[in-house]
């Protein structure tokens, strides 16, 4: 059984996988730890996809000091060959003889055996340690596997008073330079941003990763049911797929326009926030950033289809009546049934101040499930 030793080894592990944060999508950030005894004689985080994973870092930097050691390993070595030769394999060739982690792999292709392979060469396993901070460090990794749909983030930015945008549309800019600093941070966190067409119209913005802090670009989502979006939008200046959803019923040359600027155009029935992460599940985008207006904010709470807010609150009051907040919609008619946030956290940027949290079920959910 972990006792307070095995634990501060793995809190060591989680804060080398964290160093991943940029480099490892779409695969998990993990981190491992080596000792003998009470001395730590190897250390891996998983720095990239397609490079060495976390246990394969530690063992060389280990070398033959792993032989007869413990791993401390943040989520179940992996099973399978992929980009890498399994992990579990390495394990036991580098002669540990007991790992400790914090959770198993919900992953089809690993979802146990890892362990398994473990135990069946004599190696001492034990799991379900800081399973909450694992989970929260790889939510976007974890979400699309057991909900079979991407994380998703809701974020925006507004005033003290609640106002996103001023009675006459006026929204740029509500936060500081600072704030909208955290806001770009957020594009390098996820694998899409999406907005609505009413967003795309007022804004014209391109929509894309300025910081340089994570490989590739953007995917560019816009909900545009009729096709309004103009081929000479700014989002066709950058690089990067642009997946634009539409009813089926719109206009065939709208969309060839659109196509021939490189967009791919998904027509749906509907095109609501369940059809959309559908679709965008079955194009492997993990984790979506929602920074649309009142009413796709609305929709995305009435669906239920989040699991995460950001919010960027601006020393600024604007008042009235006709100035828009950041949720639209019909709303919740009943505070017993408004959507709760846990996991509260408040940062200053500038002047402004960040306050991020989960739907108050989406770790819980996700951690019954990783180890149940």
Same mark, same amino acid.
């Given at each position: 059984?972990?006792?307070?030793?095995?634990?501060?080894?793995?809190?060591?592990?989680?804060?080398?996988?964290?160093?991943?944060?940029?480099?490892?999508?779409?695969?998990?950030?993990?981190?491992?730890?080596?000792?003998?005894?009470?001395?730590?004689?190897?250390?891996?985080?998983?720095?990239?996809?397609?490079?060495?994973?976390?246990?394969?870092?530690?063992?060389?930097?280990?070398?033959?000091?792993?032989?007869?050691?413990?791993?401390?390993?943040?989520?179940?070595?992996?099973?399978?060959?992929?980009?890498?030769?399994?992990?579990?394999?390495?394990?036991?060739?580098?002669?540990?003889?007991?790992?400790?982690?914090?959770?198993?792999?919900?992953?089809?292709?690993?979802?146990?055996?890892? #362990?398994?392979?473990?135990?069946?060469?004599?190696?001492?396993?034990?799991?379900?340690?800081?399973?909450?901070?694992?989970?929260?460090?790889?939510?976007? #990794?974890?979400?699309?596997?057991?909900?079979?749909?991407?994380?998703?983030?809701?974020?925006?930015?507004?005033?003290?008073?609640?106002?996103?945008?001023?009675?006459?549309?006026?929204?740029?800019?509500?936060?500081?330079?600072?704030?909208?600093?955290?806001?770009?941070?957020?594009?390098?966190?996820?694998?899409?941003?999406?907005?609505?067409?009413?967003?795309?119209?007022?804004?014209?913005?391109?929509?894309?990763?300025?910081?340089?802090?994570?490989?590739?670009?953007?995917?560019?989502?816009?909900?545009?049911?009729?096709?309004?979006?103009?081929?000479?939008?700014?989002?066709?200046?950058?690089?990067?797929?642009?997946?634009?959803?539409?009813?089926?019923?719109?206009?065939?040359?709208?969309?060839?326009?659109?196509?021939?600027?490189?967009?791919?155009?998904?027509?749906?029935?509907?095109?609501?926030?369940?059809?959309?992460?559908?679709?965008?599940?079955?194009?492997?985008?993990?984790?979506?950033?929602?920074?649309?207006?009142?009413?796709?904010?609305?929709?995305?709470?009435?669906?239920?289809?989040?699991?995460?807010?950001?919010?960027? #609150?601006?020393?600024?009051?604007?008042?009235?009546?006709?100035?828009?907040?950041?949720?639209?919609?019909?709303?919740?008619?009943?505070?017993?049934?408004?959507?709760?946030?846990?996991?509260?956290?408040?940062?200053?940027?500038?002047?402004?101040?960040?306050?991020?949290?989960?739907?108050?079920?989406?770790?819980?959910?996700?951690?019954?499930?990783?180890?149940?």
């Amino acid at each position: 059984m972990a006792d307070s030793t095995d634990l501060s080894f793995l809190r060591q592990a989680l804060e080398l996988a964290s160093q991943g944060r940029y480099g490892a999508a779409p695969n998990p950030m993990v981190g491992a730890v080596i000792t003998r005894g009470s001395e730590v004689v190897g250390r891996g985080f998983h720095r990239q996809v397609g490079g060495p994973h976390a246990e394969i870092e530690a063992f060389r930097d280990a070398g033959e000091r792993a032989r007869g050691g413990t791993l401390y390993v943040t989520l179940e070595p992996c099973n399978h060959h992929g980009r890498t030769p399994p992990c579990s394999e390495a394990t036991v060739k580098a002669g540990i003889r007991r790992v400790v982690a914090c959770h198993q792999d919900p992953n089809p292709e690993v979802a146990g055996t890892g #362990f398994e392979t473990l135990r069946r060469a004599g190696i001492e396993v034990e799991h379900g340690f800081l399973v909450d901070e694992a989970v929260e460090l790889n939510w976007r #990794f974890l979400t699309p596997i057991i909900h079979r749909r991407p994380a998703v983030t809701l974020k925006w930015a507004m005033t003290a008073d609640g106002k996103i945008a001023t009675s006459a549309g006026e929204s740029q800019w509500i936060s500081s330079p600072d704030g909208r600093q955290w806001g770009l941070e957020q594009r390098e966190d996820h694998d899409a941003i999406l907005v609505g067409i009413g967003t795309a119209e007022a804004d014209d913005p391109r929509l894309n990763r300025r910081l340089g802090l994570a490989p590739g670009p953007i995917t560019r989502v816009v909900l545009d049911r009729r096709l309004r979006l103009r081929p000479d939008a700014r989002l066709f200046d950058v690089e990067g797929p642009i997946v634009v959803y539409a009813r089926r019923d719109v206009d065939p040359d709208a969309r060839a326009q659109l196509e021939d600027r490189g967009a791919t155009v998904v027509l749906l029935q509907t095109v609501d926030p369940q059809s959309v992460l559908a679709d965008l599940h079955q194009r492997r985008v993990q984790s979506v950033l929602v920074e649309g207006g009142g009413e796709i904010h609305g929709s995305f709470l009435r669906s239920g289809m989040f699991d995460r807010v950001g919010i960027c #609150f601006a020393p600024k009051l604007i008042g009235g009546s006709g100035a828009p907040g950041p949720i639209g919609g019909m709303g919740i008619p009943r505070l017993a049934d408004a959507m709760r946030l846990d996991r509260l956290r408040v940062e200053s940027r500038g002047v402004d101040l960040i306050l991020t949290g989960f739907e108050v079920t989406c770790l819980q959910v996700l951690s019954e499930n990783v180890d149940g």
